[in-house]
């Protein structure tokens, strides 16, 4: 079993910067990337930034002046956001490609797409 817990988030001001931090546990061989999506009502979910476990990072061209993604360890990624705009309001997802080992069947792993429960963030005008 994989968990993503996520933390950070919460209300600021226009202008601000908030911190999401998400962390994965269990059941891990190992994590070929981890990120993070973001998703208003009425509308598809859409990636925001991720990073490899190389440390490739891939980020949203409509955050990427803004936004930046880290590997704090292995299992943990940070994103800062910085000029906080109203439009990113929204509900971000962490996101984890996982290797993890398939149960009972030795020597054996597949790569799982995993999600955290989401985390909301709001940015007052």
């Known amino acids: 079993q994989v968990q993503l817990v996520e933390s950070g988030g919460g209300l600021v001001q226009a202008g601000g910067s908030l911190g999401l931090s998400c962390a994965a546990s269990g059941n891990i061989s190992s994590i070929r990337s981890m990120g993070w999506y973001r998703q208003v009502p009425g509308k598809q979910r859409e990636l925001v930034a991720t990073?490899?476990?190389?440390?490739?990072a891939n980020v949203a061209d409509f955050v990427k002046d803004r936004f930046t993604i880290s590997r704090v360890d292995a299992n943990m990624v940070y994103l800062a956001m910085n000029g906080l705009k109203p439009e990113d309001t929204a509900v971000y997802y962490c996101?984890?490609?996982?290797?993890?080992?398939?149960?009972?069947?030795?020597?054996?792993?597949?790569?799982?797409?995993?999600w955290g429960q989401g985390t909301q963030v709001t940015v007052s005008s």
């Open positions: 996101n984890a490609d996982i290797i993890v080992s398939v149960p009972g069947i030795p020597y054996t792993t597949t790569v799982g797409r995993y």
């Open positions: 990073i490899t476990s190389g440390g490739n």
